[in-house]
């Protein structure tokens, strides 16, 4: 079994900075593309930023310039730091990692943590 555990989340003011972090543990064969996704209340889950296994990373339109995601493969842990956070960042941001593991090393899963809650606010 695979488990992806967030970590980082709280209170920040609008301006302020917060990172958040994702370790993944278990069984890991390989760990592929991981990623970083937000949902605020009543909308739809969408995209903040992925990486590669190799670092090629991808951002939404909306946090380029001020989030950055960074993995370190050693600890499979994946990092969102935010900066000049905005109140429209308020959201539960959940961890994604596509794995494969070692029951079945020739398959790619996707995984999800539970979530953790940022809230922008003065």
């Known amino acids: 079994q695979l488990q992806l555990v967030e970590s980082g989340g709280g209170l920040v003011q609008p301006g302020g900075s917060l990172r958040l972090s994702c370790a993944a543990s278990g069984s890991i064969f390989r760990l592929y593309a991981m990623g970083w996704y937000r949902q605020a209340p009543g909308k739809q889950r969408e995209l903040v930023a992925t990486i590669t296994s190799g670092s090629s990373t991808n951002y939404a339109d909306s946090v380029k310039g001020r989030f950055t995601i960074s993995r370190d493969n050693a600890k499979n842990t994946v990092y969102l730091q935010m900066n000049s956070s905005k109140p429209e960042d308020t959201a539960v941001y959940y961890c994604?990692?596509?794995?494969?593991?070692?029951?079945?090393?020739?398959?790619?899963?996707?995984?999800w943590g539970l979530g953790t809650q940022v809230t922008v606010s003065s």
């Open positions: 994604n990692a596509v794995v494969s593991t070692y029951v079945t090393p020739n398959y790619q899963r996707n995984y």
